[in-house]
T-cell receptor, first 111, second 112 residues
Framework: TQLLEQSPQFLSIQEGENLTVYCNSS?????LQWYRQEPGEGPVLLVT?????EVKKLKRLTFQFGDARKDSSLHITAAQTGDTGLYLC???????????FGTGTSLTVIP | EAQVTQNPRYLITVTGKKLTVTCSQNMNHEYMSWYRQDPGLGLRQIYYSMNVEVTDKGDVPEGYKVSRKEKRNFPLILESPSPNQTSLYFC???????????FGPGTRLTVT
């Protein structure tokens, strides 16, 4: 059962452009995390959002948790080639004992 | 250095030959988990463990076994591997309550 759907699945943009990745679910999560994965490596945590409506900024990356704690978005401003990678959202179950990962968004930033 | 280690990194085997992928973490984390990653499906949880001697099924546990005899180790066992278990496998650990997961480098398994 895939509880979290990400869109788009693939994204190819020019350096300097802005983009938004969406992570949607019909389930409520206690918190939501975003990871980035480079080829040949394990995912690395970017941010955790906990409160419904919460917005967190990490330099050019802005993360938002939906008011109902069912969905999230990642916005990148002025993309750079170093942003290339696979972006994964992950929800922590309300029981606090399981992680559910999204389907992933593969981002390519072209110089 | 805080890390999760997995061995082997690459494995090619034949159908039915039992194998074990080891996972170890040095962060004293209670929570450990195994995932498989397949194109278009993201990461799917196989098994997880909240602490020593406590293990639970994730979303795709069929064909896999795990054990948690020590806090630092969480091996993944495939008793009779089949070709549909060809995948990239990740072990991860986290403190409790669940926070950041630290992932191992991955094990690429091919079953012929």
């Amino acid at each position: 059962t895939q509880l979290l759907e990400q869109s788009p699945q693939f994204l190819s943009i020019q350096e300097g452009e802005n983009l938004t990745v969406y992570c949607n679910s019909s389930s409520v999560f206690s918190s939501l995390q975003w990871y980035r994965q480079e080829p040949g490596e394990g995912p690395v945590l970017l941010v955790t959002v906990v409160t419904g409506g919460e917005v967190k900024k990490l330099k050019r990356l802005t993360f938002q948790f939906g008011d109902a704690r069912k969905d999230s978005s990642l916005h990148i401003t002025a993309a750079q080639t170093g942003d290339t990678g696979l972006y994964l959202c992950a929800g922590v179950s309300r029981t606090g004992n399981q992680f559910y990962f999204g389907t992933g968004t593969s981002l390519t930033v072209i110089p | 250095e805080a890390q999760v280690t997995q061995n082997p990194r690459y494995l090619i085997t034949v159908t039915g030959k039992k194998l074990t992928v080891t996972c170890s973490q040095n962060m004293n984390h209670e929570y450990m988990s195994w995932y498989r990653q397949d194109p278009g499906l993201g990461l799917r949880q196989i098994y997880y463990s909240m602490n020593v001697e406590v293990t639970d099924k994730g979303d795709v546990p069929e064909g896999y076994k795990v054990s948690r005899k020590e806090k630092r180790n969480f091996p993944l066992i495939l008793e009779s591997p089949s070709p549909n278990q060809t995948s990239l496998y990740f072990c991860a650990s986290s403190g409790n309550p669940l926070g950041e997961q630290y992932f191992g480098p991955g094990t690429r398994l091919t079953v012929t």
